[in-house]
């Protein structure tokens, strides 16, 4: 485990789950569904009645990302799935526009190509569920840095949500020092 690992695992994986973790922690503070002085239990505990109450109401309408994080368990697995998976579909969605080839993509015909997608798509599913096997370079046999930069990201994301730092108060804080 060098350093250069854990500090590319801090950029790669344990920002973005900072970034998504107060994200989605800032909602559940902001909605009232989440008290801010609640502990890591009962974050867990508030997450799972969430997430049951999420299964048996499927509402059409509501936040996309939230709604997958939930589907994914929540918590810090289900965002660290998530955001596997943005960053798994993004990348091939960008590929898939830069090597775009009608002729190619309907080569063995139209049912071809949607079993095609179709596999592809359920192959990124399992990729974002092993989302610790995914992110390390060089075999996986660094895992502990990917890890430890993803929990790590997840309980500051959680902090600055539980702090009150929301983007309101930062557009407040700009607002102050263009007054100047």
């Known amino acids: 485990m060098s350093l250069s690992t854990w500090f590319v695992a801090a950029i790669q994986l344990g920002l973005p789950m900072a970034a998504m973790s ?101 192959g990124n599913i399992i990729s974002a569920l092993i989302w610790f096997a995914y992110w390390p370079t060089g075999g996986g046999s660094d895992i502990v840095p990917w890890v430890g930069a993803a929990y790590a990201g997840y309980l500051l994301g959680i902090h600055y949500a539980r702090e009150k730092q929301t983007l309101h108060s930062l557009s407040d804080l700009l607002k102050k020092r263009g007054r100047r």
């Open 22 to 122: 107060w994200l989605m922690f800032n909602w559940l503070y902001g909605a009232g569904q989440l008290p801010r002085e609640a502990g890591h239990k009962a974050i867990r505990e508030h997450l799972t009645t969430l997430r049951k109450h999420h299964k048996t109401n499927k509402a059409k309408s509501g936040n996309y990302l939230y709604k997958q994080w939930l589907f994914f368990g929540g918590g810090f697995y289900g965002l660290a799935v998530l955001w596997t998976l943005l960053v798994i579909e993004v990348g091939e969605f960008i590929g898939f526009i830069f090597n775009f080839d009608l002729a190619i993509l309907l080569a063995d015909g139209v049912i071809a190509l949607l079993v095609k997608i179709i596999v592809a798509q359920f």
